[in-house]
Nanobody, 124 residues
Framework: QVQLVESGGGLVQAGGSLTLSCAAS????????MGWFRQAPGKEREFLAG????????YYADSVKGRFTISRDNAENTVYLQMNSLKPEDTAVYFC?????????????????WGQGTQVTVSS
């Protein structure tokens, strides 16, 4: 199991950028796929991006493809989400998650450990 702490959220104007970080504690981080999700008020949790344990493959939801980039630094036990061209509809609480060992990062059901989330608010 890993403990996950997100940071980097905040208030930004439409068209702006933010980079979220997710710091992980625990020795299994570097061997597990990671992902970013978000949940807006009244909506279901939404998968945004996933990255394999090695970082060699990434996956994105259509809603963020071309605007968001997921990356990881296994030496620093950190995964990032670079968000560009932000829109008001991107406003949500953003969560990082660690997949079960050996599972790919595509399906939301493959995730075991979750952070507490960080708020992102995009003003118009």
């Amino acid at each position: 199991q890993v403990q996950l702490v997100e940071s980097g959220g905040g208030l930004v104007q439409a068209g702006g950028s933010l980079t979220l970080s997710c710091a992980a504690s625990g020795r299994t981080f570097s061997s597990r796929a990671m992902g970013w999700f978000r949940q807006a008020p009244g909506k279901e949790r939404e998968f945004l991006a996933g990255i394999t344990w090695s970082g060699s493959s990434t996956y994105y939801a259509d809603s963020v493809k071309g605007r968001f980039t997921i990356s990881r630094d296994n030496a620093e036990n950190t995964v990032y989400l670079q968000m560009n061209s932000l829109k008001p509809e991107d406003t949500a609480v953003y969560f990082c998650a660690a997949a079960y060992y050996g599972r790919n990062p595509i399906a939301s059901t493959h995730y075991e450990d979750w952070g507490q989330g960080t708020q992102v608010t995009v003003s118009s």
